[in-house]
């Protein structure tokens, strides 16, 4: 599949960009800046060689020409973002994986826009977008290394049961990932908050966790 990533340079978009395009598919890594894109890919693709050889150099824009499209900016430029490129993202499914948190000590807090959610405030500006969650739990820096085993299980949501699938699909062709189905938008709320108590566990407890749910018959 084809498959765009908005800020790929990042550790999320870059980690995401790596596995997908590991498993056979076409990722277009975009940046505000094709130079920076451009270095980023040179790199992933010195690192991995022929495993991250369909990753293609361009800027926000061009990634959004994908059928689906993944929000990788920083969570308090996601906004600013989708306005800027609505246009583009018409039409098209798009994947937000944005935790907008603050941190008040040993403690990370979600900071939830009108709409109630990251997510449904995206999906309230991309009127005609088919906006989907996903991702919001994988730790960056272990998914970005392709060597290293990550299990986790991946709650997708979205309004629209097709985009919904596709996003379940695309998770699911990354091997030990499980894509679990959560509901409509209007569970993101409880996605991004809960990103917010797996960083505090991880501090409060000196660990790093992911979500593994385990079934109990
Ligand atoms: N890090 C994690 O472990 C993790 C886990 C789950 C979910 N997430 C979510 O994934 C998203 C990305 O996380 P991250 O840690 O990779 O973020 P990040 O490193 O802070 O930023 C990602 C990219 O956003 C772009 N960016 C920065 N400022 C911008 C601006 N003013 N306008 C537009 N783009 C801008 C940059 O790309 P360019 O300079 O190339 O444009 C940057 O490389 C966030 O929403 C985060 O909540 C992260």
């Not at 498993?23 to 890919?41: I, N, P, T, Y």
């Not at 969570?75 to 948190?101: C, G, Q, Y």
Request: negative net charge.
């Amino acid at each position: 599949m084809r498959i765009g990533i908005l800020g790929a340079t990042g550790p999320a978009g870059a980690g995401l960009a790596a596995r997908l395009t590991s498993v056979g598919h076409q990722v277009l890594f975009g940046s505000r800046s094709l130079d920076k894109a451009e270095h980023a890919v040179a790199e992933l693709q010195e690192r991995w060689t022929e495993r991250a050889s369909g990753l293609i150099a361009t800027d926000n824009e061009g990634a959004c020409d994908a059928p689906i499209v993944i929000l990788a900016v920083n969570a308090d430029s996601v906004i600013p973002t989708v306005r800027e490129h609505a246009e583009h993202l018409a039409n098209k499914v798009v994947v937000s994986m944005a935790n907008n948190l603050t941190r008040n000590g040993s403690e990370f807090n979600a900071v939830l826009p009108p709409h109630g959610s990251v997510a449904a405030e995206i999906q309230a500006l991309l009127w005609r977008s088919r906006v989907v969650t996903a991702f919001h739990l994988v730790p960056a820096a272990e998914f970005a290394d392709l060597d290293h085993t990550m299990e986790s299980d991946v709650v997708v949501l979205g309004d629209d049961d097709e985009a919904r699938s596709s996003v379940m699909e695309i998770t699911a062709s990354i091997p030990h990932l499980r894509a679990l189905d959560g509901g409509s938008l209007r569970n993101a709320v409880g996605m991004e908050t809960f990103a917010a108590v797996l960083l505090t566990i991880n501090i409060r407890h000196k660990m790093k966790a992911s979500l593994r749910l385990q079934t109990i018959n």
